[in-house]
C-alpha cells in the first residue's frame, strides 16, 4: 500500500511540473488593436439627433482632410472648416398606361371598364411635374432643416396623375393614384353641436363651407375666444419682448379671422363625411379641381362616392376625411393612415360641384356620382351606399295628457310635459360627450367646452 501510494503522489507531482513548464514555453499572445478599413466611412461621434433621421433618408458620411497653415490662419479662413450637404432624389415617372395603372391597383380595369378608352395619347397631367418641382423645391429650402425635410415616403406618395375624357359622352375626370392619409378636420354646430375631438393639426374648419342655418354655437369657438383672450394678454404685458409681440400680432389676428369664420359658417365633419383633400394647386390648373367636385374613391374591389371637401399643402398628395379612411380599414385614427402604399385610386370630375353648398346630402352624392360613372362606360360593381352616423337633434317628448277625473282638472299639476330624452350617440374615432337633452334656443343654448385645437399657420401636413 506504501509502494502505490508514493507511486501516485508522484504521478501528481510529475503532472503539476509538465504545466508549469509548458505555461513558461507558450509564446506571450500578442493583441493587436484592428484598425479601420479605409473604405469604411468613420463614425459620426459626440451628440447626435437620431430622431432628425426619422424622415428615411439614406444618410452617407465621410470626413477629409488636407495640410493647411496654422491654426490661427485657418481658424479666420471661412473654407477651412466646411460640411458641403448634398441630398440626392430620383423623380419618379408617372404611370401612363391601363397597364401601368393595373401594376398597382389590379381590379381597376374591372371595375371600371371604360376607363381604358379615356387614356388619351398623352394623358399625364402637367399637375404631375408641378407636383414634383414643389417637392424639390421644399427639398432645396429645407435642406439645412431635417427635422422638416419631405420624407422618404412623402417624397414618393403619389403613382400617377392622369387627365381623362371620354371619346363618347366627352366627360373629363382627373386621375390619381397614391396614398391614404386621413383628414379629421371640420365642425358643424347646425348637425351636430359637439366636439369630435382635436387631434394634432386640428382646424375646425374645411374649405367647402356653408353658411350657418341655427344660431347654434361651433363647439370649437369657446376655446378660439379664449386662446384669442391669451394672447391679447400676452400682447398686452410690458415685459413681452418685441420679437414676441410681432408673432403674437400674427396670432392675435389668425384667431380673429378663425373665430369670425366659426361665428358665420357650417363645414364638413372629417368623422362623418365622406370627402377628399386635394393640393392648392389643383385649383389653378387648366380644368381647375374646386370644393364640391364630385369624386370617387377606389380601393380593392369598392368604390365609394365622395365630395372635394378640403384643400391642402402644394407638396402632398393623396388624403381622405376620417369617415372613407374606417370604411376602407376599421384601424384608422387621425394617426395612423389606412393605407400606405400607393394603391388608392382618386377620380374626380371638375367642374360638377352644385351650388349653393350645404349640409352634404347623401343620397344625392350617390345619385350624383352613380350618374358621373355611367358618362364614363359605367362600374362593374354597385358603388358604396353611405349611411348618416350623425344623431338627430334632440327633440322633447310629446305631452302626456292625463286622463279626466273628478279629481283632475286641465290646471292638474300633474299634467306637465315629460322632459325630453337624447337618442345614442355613434361611435367615432374619438371619444364623444353626449349632446345635453334639453332643447336649444338662441338665448339659453351653452356650448359644449371642448379642449383647444392645435392649430398651425399653414394647412396640416401628412405624418
Not at 507531482?13 to 484598425?35: D, G, K
Not at 358618362?375 to 286622463?403: D, F, M, N, R, Y
Not at 371642448?450 to 401636413?461: E, I, M, N, Y
Amino acid at each position: 500500500m506504501l509502494l502505490i501510494f508514493s507511486a501516485l503522489f508522484a504521478a501528481i507531482v510529475y503532472r503539476w511540473i509538465s504545466l508549469e513548464r509548458l505555461q513558461h514555453a507558450a509564446p506571450v499572445e500578442v493583441i493587436a488593436t484592428p484598425t479601420p478599413s479605409p473604405t469604411r466611412p468613420p463614425l459620426i461621434t459626440g451628440k447626435l439627433d437620431t430622431a432628425k433621421l426619422f424622415n428615411g433618408i439614406t444618410l452617407r458620411s465621410t470626413v477629409e482632410t488636407v495640410p493647411g497653415a496654422d491654426a490661427t490662419t485657418e481658424r479666420s479662413e471661412a473654407d477651412s472648416y466646411v460640411l458641403d450637404l448634398k441630398l440626392q432624389a430620383r423623380v419618379p415617372s408617372p404611370s401612363k398606361s391601363i397597364e401601368d395603372l393595373a401594376k398597382v391597383s389590379s381590379q381597376l380595369p374591372t371595375l371600371l371598364p371604360g376607363l381604358a378608352t379615356m387614356l388619351q395619347a398623352n394623358p399625364v397631367s402637367p399637375l404631375y411635374a408641378q407636383l414634383y418641382d414643389t417637392k424639390v423645391r421644399m427639398l432645396r429650402e429645407n435642406l439645412t432643416r431635417l427635422d422638416i425635410l419631405l420624407s422618404r415616403h412623402n417624397f414618393f406618395d403619389c403613382q400617377t396623375v392622369l387627365q381623362l375624357q371620354h371619346p363618347q359622352t366627352h366627360r373629363k375626370a382627373l386621375l390619381l393614384q397614391a396614398e391614404m392619409d386621413v383628414d379629421a378636420d371640420g365642425s358643424d354646430a347646425d348637425r351636430m353641436p359637439i366636439s369630435t375631438g382635436t387631434p394634432a393639426n386640428f382646424k375646425p374648419s374645411t374649405s367647402y363651407r356653408w353658411p350657418k342655418k341655427t344660431p347654434a354655437p361651433n363647439p370649437y369657438l369657446p376655446a378660439t375666444e379664449e386662446a384669442l383672450k391669451r394672447a391679447e394678454a400676452e400682447f398686452a404685458l410690458s415685459t413681452t419682448s418685441p420679437a414676441r409681440k410681432r408673432d403674437l400680432r400674427n396670432v392675435i389676428a389668425q384667431l380673429r379671422a378663425e373665430i369670425g369664420t366659426l361665428q358665420k359658417f357650417s363645414f364638413l365633419i372629417g368623422a362623418t363625411d365622406p370627402f377628399i383633400v386635394v393640393p392648392g394647386a389643383f385649383m389653378h390648373a387648366a380644368e381647375p379641381v374646386k370644393p364640391g367636385d364630385y369624386a370617387l374613391v377606389i380601393f380593392g374591389n369598392s368604390i365609394y362616392p365622395a365630395l372635394v371637401g378640403d384643400i391642402g399643402p402644394n407638396d402632398k398628395v393623396g388624403e381622405a376625411s376620417l369617415r372613407i379612411a374606417k370604411e376602407i380599414n376599421t384601424l384608422s385614427t387621425p394617426y395612423n393612415r389606412p393605407v400606405s402604399d400607393l394603391k388608392v385610386t382618386y377620380l374626380i370630375f371638375p367642374g360638377t360641384a352644385d351650388k349653393p353648398f350645404g349640409p352634404p346630402d347623401l343620397e344625392k352624392l350617390q345619385a350624383r356620382c352613380q350618374a358621373l360613372v355611367k358618362e364614363i362606360g359605367g362600374a362593374s360593381v354597385p358603388l358604396h351606399h353611405w349611411e348618416s352616423v350623425i344623431p338627430p337633434s334632440p327633440t322633447p317628448s310629446p305631452v302626456q295628457t292625463p286622463l279626466a277625473s273628478p279629481s283632475t282638472t286641465a290646471s292638474s299639476p300633474s299634467a306637465v310635459p315629460t322632459s325630453s330624452s337624447a337618442p345614442p350617440s355613434p361611435t367615432f374615432a374619438f371619444p364623444v360627450p353626449s349632446p345635453v337633452a334639453t332643447t336649444r334656443t338662441h338665448s339659453t343654448s351653452t356650448p359644449t367646452k371642448s379642449p383647444a385645437a392645435a392649430r398651425s399657420p399653414v394647412k396640416k401636413h401628412k405624418p
